[in-house]
T-cell receptor
Framework: LAKTTQPISMDSYEGQEVNITCSHN???????ITWYQQFPSQGPRFIIQ???TKVTNEVASLFIPADRKSSTLSLPRVSLSDTAVYYC??????????????FGKGTKLSVIP | DGGITQSPKYLFRKEGQNVTLSCEQN?????MYWYRQDPGQGLRLIYY???????QKGDIAEGYSVSREKKESFPLTVTSAQKNPTAFYLC???????????FGSGTQLSVL
């Protein structure tokens, strides 16, 4: 199964750019990389998704190197409201051959005033 | 999220009791997932279904059961065999690419 590895926690001051890297060494050829944000007692919320190179939307950028074994979520100029847990997600096939989406442990980002 | 409804928001279970958590979606997505989240921990996959009348065990299926009789519904039953059921339960659907998840607002289950 494809597994993801992220730092457990990160701290940042308001207004700084934050980069969170995820390792996914066993990513399959046709898998996308998706990042989610979760606040306490809420379901995760989609942030950004990419397959290769760079993707940018109104809230974040996602950088994926050519080998696709890692990805980096970049949050520009974070604010206190960005304090949350961030997960990267890649799909994998179970032993029974069915496709499933399994989360890693996530990165807890704390933004400091 | 708007197209996925989980109920109830809070649920209490007595010892030896089975309880069922509801998950309904109007997004017309084929794939549906159940995750469990313990305090301060990540999401762990319980069961998932890629299509009606079919479902697969995830990483922590013991003590749980599901059904998928309709595309819109994927209820999760926490059986008495689950000895530590207190957790936050999240239901999700996946879009046609099967790569993007949409989550409900969750059900907090506690043991009396």
């Amino acid at each position: 199964l494809a597994k993801t590895t992220q730092p457990i926690s990160m701290d940042s001051y308001e207004g700084q750019e934050v980069n969170i890297t995820c390792s996914h060494n066993n990513i399959a050829t046709n898998d996308y990389i998706t990042w989610y944000q979760q606040f306490p007692s809420q379901g995760p919320r989609f942030i950004i998704q990419g397959y290769k190179t760079k993707v940018t939307n109104e809230v974040a950028s996602l950088f994926i190197p050519a080998d696709r074994k890692s990805s980096t979520l970049s949050l520009p100029r974070v604010s206190l409201s960005d304090t949350a847990v961030y997960y990267c997600l890649v799909g994998s096939y179970s032993g029974a051959g069915s496709y499933q989406l399994t989360f890693g442990k996530g990165t807890k980002l704390s933004v400091i005033p | 999220d708007g197209g996925i409804t989980q109920s109830p928001k809070y649920l209490f279970r007595k010892e030896g009791q089975n309880v069922t958590l509801s998950c309904e979606q109007n997004l017309n997505h084929d794939a549906m997932y159940w995750y469990r989240q313990d305090p301060g921990q990540g999401l762990r996959l319980i069961y998932y279904s890629q299509i009606v009348n079919d479902f697969q065990k995830g990483d922590i299926a013991e003590g749980y059961s599901v059904s998928r009789e309709k595309k819109e519904s994927f209820p999760l039953t926490v059986t008495s065999a689950q000895k530590n059921p207190t957790a936050f339960y999240l239901c999700a659907t996946a879009d046609a690419t099967n790569e993007k998840l949409f989550f409900g607002s969750g059900t907090q289950l506690s043991v009396l």
